[in-house]
């Protein structure tokens, strides 16, 4: 990417961190969120369901891998409250990179999940989670996360532009929901039943967990399980960062 194209993203991302300080309400209902599934499953769903070990080191890990899988509805609806209301057609009539504007939306989306997974951690130590694999594993940990989250984006940003309104944004984010729930996140897949296991563990979002529970060293984890945690939302990237590009070059003519 040439420093035209990386000045103008960078550009297009402080227009969106902008938007942070005018709509305070959503970035911290954004950051509860999470946190509040993280204490529903630990203190009052319980579980812990075929976990040999504690259960909140077990959950912690599986509740990260999941707060980078949903809250894309903001970003979605971003891009196309931009399409709808003629904002890209204005950013067309500067001298501006293509692709620009999703850049910067997809940045400003990752220093958020940076932030949930900052609050998200800390609330995992304050309720008793302990990363017996060091500071590296837990970094480690942190990089496979966010490269997850990045795929999801890309797959929301596409999505978004599919559902072309953001009044229709809402019913496409329901395709999010399964990756979550069908997942390790909450209980192992050899308590679950056999084909619905082998779903769960299949699920990019199980291998980023459970890939995450290795490099932590908390209970569930499988060391085989980190390359799959890497090469799945390279995948996903392959093929959803083109569609997307191609179809806001279409949208935005």
Not at 74 to 95: C, E, H, Y
Not at 120 to 141: D, P, S, Y
Not at 152 to 169: D, N, T
């Amino acid at each position: 990417m040439s420093t035209y194209a990386l000045t103008d993203s960078w550009t297009m991302t402080r227009r969106e961190l902008a938007h942070w300080a005018r709509q305070p309400v959503r970035v911290v209902v954004g950051l509860v969120f999470p946190v509040m599934l993280l204490l529903m499953f630990g203190y009052l769903v319980g579980g812990g369901r075929g976990v040999d070990g504690e259960y909140v080191d077990y959950l912690v890990p599986g509740m990260l891998a999941l707060t980078m899988a949903f809250g894309l509805e903001a970003t979605m609806i971003a891009v196309t409250q931009d399409l709808d209301k003629g904002v890209i057609d204005r950013f067309r009539s500067m001298p501006m990179a293509n692709g620009a504007v999703l850049v910067g939306r997809s940045v400003a989306d990752m220093l958020q999940s940076v932030l949930s997974l900052a609050v998200m951690i800390g609330v995992g130590f304050a309720i008793g989670w302990r990363v017996q694999g060091g500071f590296a594993g837990l970094l480690a940990a942190v990089g496979l996360l966010l490269l997850f989250r990045f795929a999801m984006l890309w797959i929301g940003i596409h999505l978004a532009m599919v559902a072309g309104k953001p009044e229709m944004v809402q019913a496409v984010q329901i395709l999010v929901w399964p990756v979550g729930f069908l997942s390790n996140a909450f209980a192992t897949p050899d308590s679950m039943p056999g084909w619905l296991g082998t779903v769960v563990e299949w699920n990019p979002m199980s291998r980023t967990a459970t890939a995450v529970r290795d490099l932590v060293g908390g209970p569930g984890g499988e060391p085989g399980h980190v390359w799959a945690a890497v090469v799945w939302p390279l995948v996903l990237l392959a093929v959803f960062f083109p569609l997307a590009v191609r179809r806001f070059a279409r949208l935005s003519r």
